[in-house]
């Protein structure tokens, strides 16, 4: 694979991964896009959202540091508020995690991978995101939030995960768009879902790495390391713009973006399909 696609790869992983705008659906379309480049595979996109993981990890330290707390006492059964957090994460990742478990065996998920699809999922959910947007919020965004989340809407919030699997959709986008309609803040449904994608994104990767080594292609191996740094670089940004846009921005401008993108994707779903 070129070193310029895996450059490419890279920083449209790290700049979508958790605005919402699906960045699966960027990945799948950069090979179509441009002639020469071969599709990179599935692996080579969780690497790429591997990279991004080290990026929440940083950006939210405190909550990491809560979490590994809260791993701890669960062990030790401790009943401590990081022990909440973290068990409430872990709920909330069960339902997209045993989804993929059942799917991606069956080829379902490569299969979805077109820009039809791709194209119908960023508008559709990007009309979601628009219309759970509008409703007024009900907390406000206060700094211990997270850590006060119930179990009934943090399920909520996973079972919408659940459609990340389909390209497009955005697994930010749906996780943020559930947690509106819940009527949480911008910023407290931006901040959920970053920390949603931990345990979310350590759990696929772990399996992604697992296929790696069993394949024992040294090749993917480096090229995939490659994606997963320039990854973290460009993610770490995008979340520090995303989560100061939350200040005083709506979501209205990722939905434009998102149903420009859907329409062209569409326009030119036949070009695409056939391999640009």
Known sequence: ?????????AVIQGITEFLPISSSAHLVLAPLA?????????????AAHVGSLGAVLLYFRSETAMLVRGG??????????DRRLFLVLAVATIPIVALAAVLVPTG??????????????????GVLLWHGDRRRSDRAPAADAIAQVGWAPAL???AAQMLALIPGASRSGVTMTAARYLGWSRREAARFSMLLAIPTILVLGAVAGLKLVNDGAEATTQAALVVAGLSFLAAYASIAVLMRMTRSMSFTPFVIYRLIFGALILFYAERLAAGG
């Open 1 to 9: 694979m070129p070193l310029i696609q895996l450059i490419v790869l």
């Open 34 to 46: 441009v002639d020469g480049w071969s599709d990179q595979g599935p692996l080579i996109d969780i």
């Open 72 to 81: 701890i006492d669960a062990i030790t059964f401790k009943d401590t508020s």
């Open 108 to 125: 379902v998920i490569d299969a979805m991978r077109s820009p039809y699809v791709i194209g119908w999922a960023s508008i559709g959910f």
């Open 156 to 158: 909520a919030v996973g």
